[in-house]
């Protein structure tokens, strides 16, 4: 199982980016997927998570502004960024929990990181 992290890049405060990941490989089901975010010298934290049913979640910090959603079909995970801040500066990952197939439980995957940069 592979996750593959686009859509990173550097934007102007009050701008938008689009981040997308797409898992591939044995893929049997996918349960919760979601996006974290480390700043330098700050901790990861969650940005966003999606349940398979479509539940979501966002850091307080983001309400409002990051709009989850994920394609069941392409197995894909976006994370819609608008009136992005200085603050929202980080490498952004997403994970997928994956059940490979009919034998095995789910694991976590990793995409690797995109980098999201927001200049005032």
């Known amino acids: 199982v592979q996750l593959q992290a686009f859509g990173g890049g550097s934007v102007q405060a009050g701008g938008s980016l689009r981040l997308s990941c797409a898992v591939s490989?044995?893929?049997?089901?996918?349960?919760?997927m979601g996006w974290y975010r480390q700043a330098p010298g700050k901790q990861r934290e969650l940005v966003a998570g999606?349940?398979?049913?479509?539940?979501?979640n966002y850091a307080n910090s983001v309400k409002g502004r990051f709009t989850i959603s994920r394609d069941n079909a392409k197995n894909t995970l976006y994370l819609q960024m608008n009136s992005l801040k200085p603050e929202d500066t980080a490498v952004y990952s997403c994970y997928a929990k994956v059940r490979a197939d009919f034998y095995t439980d789910y694991n976590i995957y990793w995409g690797q990181g995109t980098q999201v940069t927001v200049s005032s």
């Open positions: 999606m349940t398979a049913g479509g539940i979501t």
């Open positions: 490989g044995s893929i049997f089901s996918i349960d919760d």
